[in-house]
């Protein structure tokens, strides 16, 4: 079975700076998906960023992006000019093609003023 | 285009009693997803329905089950409630299957309590 790690529970970060967030996963498989989701403390989480893993190209969206690293199963989330709206849980997830979403624990991000 | 809703968003049961909760997914989505988040085991797959058909479950008893209607409306129910039931239960549509790149788009969640 596929396994996502956030080995992060909580993270802190000041306005204006630069934080990632570390995701790692176990797959077998040469094609699949990873995404970042959002859960603020309203709980409805949003899709951040998604990467297809047989594009090398890291995603970016905005201030977010992504550092995928394929061989080190690795999919790291950069937020740029952090904003206190980016307060929230993020999690880290894997999809085999034509499975369902497979989520990390989160990592829960705190933005200090 | 309104989101994905879900009804009720609070629910009180004791043990041993059913449920029964709803997902509107949004308009023209056919997908429909349902999530368990606890805080011990985080975000875990229950099933996915794509045009009235489950197309993928994940590992939860057969207490736990789903249908779809025509209408791409979706319900989950759980049978003889455990104290352990007690979670988050989060809906996801997609336009497509959601085994692909398709955008899972989530709702605000039912937050189901067993006493």
């Known amino acids: 079975a596929q396994t996502v790690t956030q080995s992060q529970p909580e993270m802190s970060v000041q306005e204006a700076e630069t934080v990632t967030l570390s995701c790692t996963y176990d797959?077998?498989?040469?094609?699949?998906?990873l995404f970042w989701y959002k859960q603020p403390p309203s709980r409805q989480m949003i899709l951040v960023i998604r990467?297809?893993?047989?594009?090398?190209q890291n995603a970016t969206e905005n201030r977010f992006s992504v550092n995928f690293q394929k061989a080190a199963k690795s999919f790291s989330l950069k937020i740029s000019d952090s904003q206190l709206g980016d307060a929230a849980m993020y999690f880290c997830?894997?999809?085999?093609?034509?499975?369902?979403?497979?989520f990390g624990k989160g990592t829960s991000l705190l933005v200090t003023p | 285009k309104a989101g994905v809703t879900q009804t009720p968003r609070y629910l009180i049961k004791t043990r041993g009693q059913q449920v029964t909760l709803s997902c509107s997914p949004i308009?023209?989505?056919?997908?429909v997803s349902w999530y368990q988040q606890t805080p011990g085991q985080g975000l875990q797959f229950l099933f996915e329905?794509?045009?009235?058909?489950?197309?993928n479950k994940g590992n939860f008893p057969g207490r736990f089950s789903g249908r779809q209607f025509s209408n791409s409306r979706s319900e989950m129910n759980v049978s003889t409630l455990e104290l352990g039931d007690s979670a988050l239960y989060l809906c996801?549509?997609?336009?497509?299957?959601?085994?692909?790149?398709?955008?899972?788009?989530f709702g605000p969640g039912t937050r189901l309590t067993v006493l």
């Open positions: 990467q297809e893993a047989y594009k090398q």
């Open positions: 996801a549509s997609s336009t497509g299957l959601a085994g692909g790149l398709n955008e899972q788009f």
């Open positions: 997830a894997y999809r085999r093609v034509g499975y369902a979403l497979n």
């Open positions: 308009s023209g989505h056919r997908s």
């Open positions: 329905y794509f045009s009235e058909t489950q197309r």
């Open positions: 797959t077998s498989e040469s094609d699949y998906y």
